[in-house]
């Protein structure tokens, strides 16, 4: 069930200007509170600079729509279903929340509920953390290989030459031993 939960929390984690960050309509799902909850964290500007959490552009947003959508389709019943934000005008586009955004809700929303959603989306961030330097570990592994295979290969082309000018070099003494001899 654990497992669940961060899974579900992992496919709430979107990538926008760089950051992995995460909604506050989703952040108040999984803290079963009304996103206008959240959204006056924004009366602590102090407590949520920029790169804790901004207000989403409209093309981010209906890029991430897009990609809410395709969640709720392709999601089982075990996890938890996104409501999507309807009529959303330029005023009221969605907040993103950075990684240190949600660590800094965790001062704001007390409830045991928020208190357990946050261990488990810290964990999910760890958890993508994780992946994403063993997919760089395996890029420059994958780098390594394929530059000694590269090596390798010019390697073995020598050898082949060599092993073709030896056999053509002792095919030509064989012609020259096997001759008819003119003479002496």
Request: glycine letters at 4%.
């Amino acid at each position: 069930m654990q497992m669940q939960i961060i899974q579900s929390i992992q496919n709430r984690i979107y990538e926008i200007r760089g950051e992995r960050v995460m909604l506050d309509f989703d952040l108040a799902d999984l803290y079963e509170v009304e996103t206008r909850i959240l959204n006056q964290a924004e009366r602590n500007i102090e407590r949520f600079p920029e790169d804790f959490m901004f207000q989403l552009k409209p093309l981010e947003y209906e890029a991430i729509k897009d990609h809410v959508k395709a969640l709720q389709k392709s999601s089982s019943s075990q996890i938890v279903m996104i409501d999507l934000p309807q009529n959303r005008t330029n005023k009221y586009l969605p907040y993103a929340f950075t990684e240190q955004g949600v660590a800094m809700l965790s001062g704001v929303l007390r409830s045991p509920i928020a208190i357990n959603m946050n261990i488990a989306i810290m964990r999910a961030f760890v958890e993508i953390r994780k992946l994403m330097l063993k997919q760089n570990d395996l890029k420059s592994q994958l780098k390594e290989i394929k530059e000694k295979l590269g090596n390798h290969d010019a390697q073995l082309n020598q050898i082949y030459d060599a092993m073709e000018n030896l056999l053509d070099k002792n095919a030509g003494q064989r012609k020259w031993n096997d001759r008819k001899k003119i003479g002496f």
